[in-house]
């Protein structure tokens, strides 16, 4: 490859990926994640904290990614931080998938189609608890390459 269409390939990966950044914050924005959740916890005044920190790990997640980046852990820290970090990415995807379920009210239709009165919350934990150990069963028994 020229070095003209190196850069071609440069501009149109970090023009794709600013398209993407913009639609990711703009389905937290509309969704409420981040108000919803300073709300709900009563921590408003940490909102700021909370944009930083969704910033913050989406460009070190993305750079982390891209460049071949190799920490000097032993293996006992590596383990504890990709238990870390899976552990972000779940609270993450767990609090996203719930505003937008809350958002487009779908907690609430499907209670009154099956007609649950009571119970709710228990119902939503126990699908994340589900999600979670499946998630694990996979890891477990090599279904998944990492």
């Not at 000097?72 to 993450?92: D, E």
Request: glycine share 12%; hydrophobic share 55%; net charge positive.
């Amino acid at each position: 490859m020229t070095a003209l269409q190196y850069i071609l390939l440069g501009i149109m990966g970090i023009s794709a990926g600013a398209l993407i950044a913009a639609g990711l914050v703009a389905l937290i924005t509309t969704t409420g994640v981040i108000t919803r959740m300073a709300d709900k916890t009563h921590t408003a005044y940490f909102v700021k904290g909370y944009e930083t920190a969704i910033f913050l790990g989406g460009t070190l997640w993305n750079l982390f990614w891209i460049f071949p980046v190799v920490f000097p852990f032993g293996k006992g820290s590596a383990v504890f931080f990709q238990i870390l970090m899976s552990l972000c990415q779940g609270v993450f995807v767990g609090c996203l998938a719930i505003s937008l379920a809350e958002a487009l009210n779908g907690t609430a239709i499907f209670g009154r189609r099956i007609k649950l009165a009571k119970g709710v919350g228990t119902v939503i934990l126990s699908l994340a608890l589900g999600k979670v150990v499946y998630s694990l069963v996979q890891f477990w028994f090599g279904m998944v390459k990492i």
